[in-house]
C-alpha cells in the first residue's frame, strides 16, 4: 500500500477543495492519505511518504502562493531527488504558466512526477471533480 502526503494552499477554497477529491480517489484505490494544510507540516516530514502531492492555486503573475507555499516547496526543494511527486492546483485566469514553472522546478531537482500535473479553472464540478477523483487514482499506483 502505498503512503501518500497531500500538502496545499487553498485562499478561496477551490484548491482544498481538489485535495479532498485527490485524497478520495487515492484511498479509493488502497493508499493511506495524509492531507494537510501547508502551514500544518514541516517539508522534513515528507520524507515518509511514498508519493508526495503539493497544491496550490495561480497566484499573482501565474506563480505558487507566496507567503506559505513557496518558502515550504524552496525548503522541500533539495530533497526531492527521486521522489514520486504530483502537483495541481486551480486557477482563474492564464493558461497554466505557474504549473508548468512547478513542474520544471520539481524536475530540475530530480523529482519524478507523475505528469505536468493537474489544473482545475474556479471551483471543481462535474468533470473536473471526476478529473480530480481519477487523478487520485492514479496517484495511489504511481
Known sequence: ????????????GNTEKMSELIEK??????AS??????????????AAYDVIVLG????GSEVI??????PFFTE???SLGGKKIGIFGSYGW????????WAGRVRGAGGRLMDDGLAVHETPDGD????CLAWGEKLAVF
Do not use: F, H, N, Q
Open 1 to 12: 500500500m502505498s503512503k501518500v502526503g497531500i500538502v496545499y494552499w487553498s485562499g478561496t
Open 33 to 46: 492519505v495524509t492531507r494537510k494544510k501547508v502551514g500544518e507540516v514541516k517539508a522534513a516530514e515528507l
Open 76 to 78: 522541500l526543494l533539495p
Open 25 to 30: 480517489g487515492a484511498a479509493g484505490k488502497g
Open 128 to 131: 473536473s471533480e471526476a478529473a
Open 94 to 101: 492564464g493558461d497554466g504558466e505557474w504549473l508548468r514553472t
Open 65 to 70: 502562493e507566496e507567503a506559505e507555499m513557496e
Open 56 to 59: 496550490s492555486p495561480s497566484m
